[in-house]
């Protein structure tokens, strides 16, 4: 079974700076997919950035980036230019590009904190 | 921009009452999905519906639970006879196909609390 642990449970950054927010994963499988989703206190699931593990290059997404690094099973996610709307709890998670229907495994997450 | 919905957005029952909560996922996506997320814990998934079947279910998803896509738009999820650790955020996703290859856009989710 595939798992994903995120290992900050509380991250806080200055307005403006780069956090980056850890994941690593564990599967024996060599095609996924890898998402990072965002859930402000409104609580709704929001889609940050999603990686192809097939794809070498890293994905990117306006302020957002990831460190996908495939053979340690890593996938942390850079934040550029923080700003206050980003402050919100951050869920990596993994999905089986075989056989599976897309069911999604999630980390713990980690919650974010951007100071002004 | 299309979305998914969820209705009610919060609800309150009784423990050993029933509950339905609705969907309406993204009118072209094929595949549907309920998670939970208990406060301040991790999101889980429950299950995943395909061709009006269950195509994949976790150990949460017990005989309590149930699924339907009644119509052409709705996709509901059942708790027969609610208990107090039933009590959780549910949120419903759907996509276009399986496998990862595209995004699973979720609602807005629904705030269970059994009492």
């Known amino acids: 079974a595939q798992t994903v642990t995120q290992s900050q449970p509380e991250m806080s950054v200055q307005e403006a700076e780069t956090v980056t927010l850890s994941c690593t994963y564990d599967t024996s499988e060599n095609n996924y997919y890898l998402f990072w989703y965002k859930q402000p206190p409104s609580r709704q699931m929001i889609l940050v950035i999603r990686?192809?593990?097939?794809?070498?290059q890293n994905a990117t997404e306006n302020r957002f980036s990831v460190n996908f690094q495939k053979a340690a099973k890593s996938f942390s996610l850079k934040i550029s230019d923080s700003q206050l709307g980003d402050t919100a709890m951050y869920f990596c998670?993994?999905?089986?590009?075989?056989?599976?229907?897309?069911?999604?495994?999630f980390g713990q997450g980690t919650i974010l904190t951007v100071h002004p | 921009e299309p979305e998914v919905t969820q209705t009610p957005s919060h609800q309150v029952t009784q423990m050993g009452q029933e509950v339905i909560l609705r969907c309406v996922p993204i009118?072209?996506?094929?595949?549907f999905y309920w998670y939970r997320q208990i406060l301040g814990q991790k999101v889980e998934f429950l299950v995943s519906f395909y061709n009006n079947e269950i195509s994949e279910k976790s150990e949460i998803f017990d005989d309590q639970f149930s699924v339907e896509r009644p119509d052409g738009s709705n996709f509901t999820l059942k708790i027969r006879s609610t208990k107090l650790e039933d009590s959780a955020m549910y949120f419903c996703?759907?996509?276009?196909?399986?496998?990862?290859?595209?995004?699973?856009?979720f609602g807005p989710g629904t705030r269970l609390l059994v009492l």
């Open positions: 998670a993994f999905t089986s590009g075989g056989t599976s229907y897309g069911k999604l495994t």
């Open positions: 009118s072209n996506h094929l595949y």
């Open positions: 996703a759907s996509t276009l196909s399986g496998g990862g290859q595209e995004t699973q856009y």
């Open positions: 990686q192809e593990a097939y794809k070498q």
